[in-house]
């Protein structure tokens, strides 16, 4: 299995749908992501979650909730979204931060590409 | 708040020619670690190289190499031989010790010409 897991790949929803997001990590790791990936702007960091515990939510818009029922798994849920909400999603995962010695990096997913009519 | 700029948005290199991307940062912190991840079409965000700020040796990884110059903030990546499927976005990123976030630049498009 590939380290970070994302689906679906591609999501085409109209603004009053629900729909979510899944990721998943096979690599052991304590803290998962959020981030969204819009054309011709810098990556977006949307939510942090660290054993569980949210511990960054980055001023998202309350249509995007998260939710992390252990540290393997990581869900979007998506309502009411707008068009300018379409981007490509990515997760990620990486170990418990602050570890000197430990890589710092995180492992993404191949994102899911959203687009809202 | 860190920042950190990538002012190449677009770079081109002939096959097995050497092309060095440019990345400079801001912040006030001294431990910190510094990425450069590669995007190929296929979306997947690859880490490239690591450079951990209280090492002042310049990482290399194969044909990858970055210049880390603390002092001026600076961390560029060079890659030499450059191949056809060095081709992707490049995104240059830094995270403070005992954060969790990563924070990217804006990225620069590498194109590789045979």
């Known amino acids: 299995e590939t380290g970070v897991t994302q689906t679906p790949r591609h999501l085409v929803m109209g603004m009053t749908n629900k729909k979510s997001l899944k990721c998943e990590q096979h690599?052991?790791?304590?803290?998962m992501y959020w981030y969204k990936q819009s054309a011709k702007k810098p990556l977006e960091l949307m939510f942090v979650?660290?054993?569980?515990?949210?511990?960054e939510n980055n001023s998202v818009p309350s249509r995007f909730s998260p939710e992390c029922p252990n540290s393997s798994h990581l869900f979007l849920h998506l309502h009411t979204l707008q068009p300018e909400d379409s981007a490509l999603y990515l997760c990620?995962?990486?170990?418990?931060?602050?570890?000197?010695?430990?890589?710092?990096?995180?492992?993404f997913g191949e994102g899911s590409r959203l687009t809202v009519l | 708040a860190q920042t950190v700029t990538q002012s190449q948005p677009e770079m081109s290199v002939q096959e097995a020619e050497t092309v060095t991307l440019s990345c400079t940062y801001d912040?006030?912190?001294?431990?910190?670690?510094l990425f450069w991840y590669k995007q190929p079409p296929s979306r997947q965000m690859i880490l490239v190289i690591r450079?951990?700020?209280?090492?002042?040796q310049n990482a290399t990884e194969n044909r990858f190499s970055v210049n880390f110059q603390k002092a001026a903030k600076s961390f560029s990546l060079k890659i030499s031989d450059s191949q056809l499927g060095d081709a992707a976005m490049y995104f240059c990123?830094?995270?403070?010790?005992?954060?969790?976030?990563?924070?990217f630049g804006t990225g620069t498009r590498l194109q590789v010409f045979p």
């Open positions: 990620a995962s990486s170990s418990s931060p602050g570890l000197a010695g430990e890589g710092g990096e995180l492992f």
């Open positions: 690599l052991g790791h304590n803290a």
């Open positions: 979650y660290n054993f569980k515990e949210q511990t």
């Open positions: 912040t006030s912190e001294s431990d910190y670690y």
């Open positions: 450079q951990e700020a209280y090492k002042q």
């Open positions: 990123a830094y995270r403070r010790y005992n954060t969790d976030k990563l924070i």
